[in-house]
């Protein structure tokens, strides 16, 4: 049987021909080393050959039985690539073995026939590794064309002013999202959305209010009329009564001053100066502005405190409203007085907070919103952020309650809205008093801890690696919310050892928060494209659900225990938006209970001023009666489900009607408007409707005194 030659092809020389043959290492350089010590000739190149060719036939004789040959199948000859290897290089112990080998390599016609049925499956291998590589990256193409379709979910809600000049932002986890989703179905997200401006429908922007902070003495913004502020002073009783308002429910609601009694004996002083001046600002002879004795930094804290005060007062609400508005008019002036951008002190981040939170009250969310932003830059100018340990004991006591109160406000914009803020970089410690103990912490102490785990958690939503929580993640920030509440002081923990109104306040906010904080650690469940099995979804979402009950029920509780209580817009907003989680994840025939208390509640802030045409109500009524008029809009369509009735559409019902009852319901469409099967009316007509409702409440144009 014929053999065919494989030829190789000569291996180039690197070393010089006398350090080849004298064996030794050469540098290779020209002339190299050794040749220049012995005095050799230096010169390079393939050394002549000393041996003669083998015949092919030699080679024949010792290669193994040939079988018959194919001319096509094979090329005469195969030149293997150049080998970079030097016999010589490493001396005589390192020459290669195969110096002696022939330069023609002989294979029968079966080898070469093997290697052929080699290479032909190695080729289809590589075909359909290629096949698969295409799918996956197509398949990978495909998902980032759907996540970039469904922006609202991957980068959240952004919207337009209705001036154009921006947009405002609503992160993906906010409780919007998460109940616009629940109400996606055939149709696209866009169209679930608000189809209006998106900005006047959360009211963040402030373009159709009147401005908050407006002089009412002069147009003139480098004027300061200190003696028309003093003259909005209202008289000793009214000021008493503002003032224990404030003490008994608004500083237990959002504690923001540290010592009670002291502002209450700085304001008896403030009182006492006005009554031996007549009742009349006069100036200090020595050109210090101290109206009736009292520096300016307190008289503006002290209108700010009226502010408040008056929210939660019995006067009526058109009235109560408005004044508190003049109220943080003159606080503002005092502060523009004192330059308070330039020089800001803990004096007047105490005021700000409280003018923030008043604003929030009168459900102007937007202004609130943006004077808290300008507060938490100005602590970070005072470096409250960080432990000042220069200071004395009783300051860094201070300067840490300021902190920890101005994150409180601020972590419920970011946990609502999924907005990133400042607090979660850097926080001072929290101010547990000296003798603070397990199973005695009290409320302010319970409460910046739970602070503290949601900025935590808001602080893991900005790692890009982990963007939703994982399981283990929830549960142990589930334990640790269980392991704050008990080692409360016992009447935080239970009801029957609570002596006074401010101790029920306490025990029921602090439920009301950590609920809450709880249903939002969960909400990952409620979100079906979400990376929880089935059995771990299960579990989560049942504690998702009972902590939505759970706020909703401490806010009718904190309204049980007073009515003024419930007045809060932060438990308001919070209490609001788990009644619409509720609703749209919650199949249980008990939820609607939870929903019909929180109705006669919400019912009762609306009618508090008896029968008055819905445009002459108050922007809280008008925000409160959009609530209570969606919630019984949906209680009134699932009944109607229920019955096996038809409903009506929600977009063809009138506006909400003047009753003469808080208890009566509102009345539905008219027999001749468009009746649509339940079926046909999905979730998404309902639940695309709270826009204006569980989001910032809208704002509409105040009259401004004397103008």
Known sequence: ??????????????????????????????????????NFTCSYGRPPSSKHPISSASITASSTPQSSFVSTAIPPAYYPPPRDTDDAANGPSTASPNSDLPEVIDISQSEWDDINNKMVAMEQILGSLHSLFNSHSSRKRYDQAADRKDSTRSEGVYGSNMLKTGAVHLGSRSALVDILNQSKGSEDTAQALPQEDLLAELALGNESAAYPFVDLWSSDPYTFNIAGVCSVLPEDGQCQQFLGFYK??????????????????KANRLLEGRRRAGGVYKPDINGLVKPFGIDLPFFSLYFAVLASGCQLSDIPEKDRELTSWIYVSCAYQCLRMLNYVSQPTVEVIQILLIISNVLSYNMNAGASYTLLGMTERMCLVLGLHVESTGLSLAEQAIRRRVWWAMAFQNSHFS???????????????????????????????TLCRVVSLSLEVLRSRMDPSSPQPRFHDIREYKQRVHRMLAEATPHLRHRERCRTLAEHIERTELRLHSSY???????????????????????IREDCINSLGDTIDAFVELHEINSHCSRSWISLQRSIASAFLLIANDDGAQKWELIDRLERVLAAHVYEDGDVRHNNRTDSAKHLSSSLRALREIREAFRAH???????????LPS????????VSVTMATADSSMLPFDDWSMRNILGRVSDVMLFPSMSERPVPGM
């Open 1 to 38: 049987m014929p053999t065919y030659p494989v030829r190789r092809r000569p291996r180039e020389c690197k070393t010089c021909l006398p350090c080849r043959a004298s064996k030794v290492r050469c540098d290779r350089n020209v002339p190299c080393t050794n040749c220049v010590k012995r």
């Open 248 to 265: 008994e429910i608004g500083a237990v609601l959002y504690p923001v001053l540290p010592d009670l009694d002291q502002l209450e004996r």
């Open 415 to 445: 946990l609502a809205y999924d907005r990133p803020s400042i607090t979660m970089v850097s926080q001072p410690e929290i101010p547990f008093e000296p003798k603070s103990m397990p199973g005695h912490r009290t409320y302010f102490e």
């Open 517 to 539: 904080l709880l249903s939002v650690l969960g909400r990952v469940s409620l979100d079906p494209l979400s990376h929880l099995d089935d059995t771990r979804r299960a579990l």
């Open 642 to 652: 229920r019955a096996g009735q038809a409903v009506s559409s929600p977009l063809n």
């Open 656 to 663: 909400p009607p003047s009753v003469d009852s808080p208890e």
